[in-house]
């Protein structure tokens, strides 16, 4: 068994961001030359997501409104975790509802999604450089 492991690196502009990576993990599979396994993505920060749907992006502003219908950043004080002097409680709900990883099978070389599944790198906490993991194994 063959495995590759691979850190894609990010920083967004903006608090919050939702990333199209399909591509770059795309990329982690050829270089690793596996045909059949699996390939994880996972966010290594506890303020972000990785997770899979459609790339569209009326349903990328409707996330956006949900999480702060259920999470909003402000009023800071709202957040126990904030007594700790972060201002980051709200993006830890919002990775925990938004996922930490994806699995994906590896199919002749290619990522097996179906028809309209993307990858995405969700932000909840950004303008610093933040890592999401890239492990393949397989033959
Ligand atoms: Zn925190």
Redesign the pocket.
Same mark, same amino acid.
């Given at each position: 068994m063959k495995s590759y492991r691979k850190e894609l690196w990010f920083k967004t502009r903006t608090r919050r961001a939702f990333v199209h990576i399909t591509s770059q993990v795309e990329e982690a599979v050829r270089e690793s030359g596996i045909r059949e396994g699996l390939c994880l993505v996972n966010a290594m920060h506890?303020?972000a997501s990785v997770f899979i749907n459609d790339n569209e992006q009326g349903l990328h502003q409707d996330y956006e409104r949900w999480l702060e219908d259920l999470a909003p950043h402000e009023p800071l004080e709202r957040y126990l975790? %904030?007594r700790?002097g972060?201002d %980051?409680?709200d993006?830890?709900l919002k990775r925990q509802v938004m996922g930490r990883e994806v699995v994906v099978a590896v199919t002749g070389g290619k990522l097996d999604l179906g028809p309209w599944e993307a990858v995405f790198y969700g932000e909840f906490?950004g303008r610093r450089r933040k890592r999401v993991l890239v492990k393949i194994i397989g033959e």
């Amino acid at each position: 068994m063959k495995s590759y492991r691979k850190e894609l690196w990010f920083k967004t502009r903006t608090r919050r961001a939702f990333v199209h990576i399909t591509s770059q993990v795309e990329e982690a599979v050829r270089e690793s030359g596996i045909r059949e396994g699996l390939c994880l993505v996972n966010a290594m920060h506890i303020t972000a997501s990785v997770f899979i749907n459609d790339n569209e992006q009326g349903l990328h502003q409707d996330y956006e409104r949900w999480l702060e219908d259920l999470a909003p950043h402000e009023p800071l004080e709202r957040y126990l975790h %904030n007594r700790t002097g972060e201002d %980051n409680g709200d993006a830890h709900l919002k990775r925990q509802v938004m996922g930490r990883e994806v699995v994906v099978a590896v199919t002749g070389g290619k990522l097996d999604l179906g028809p309209w599944e993307a990858v995405f790198y969700g932000e909840f906490d950004g303008r610093r450089r933040k890592r999401v993991l890239v492990k393949i194994i397989g033959e």
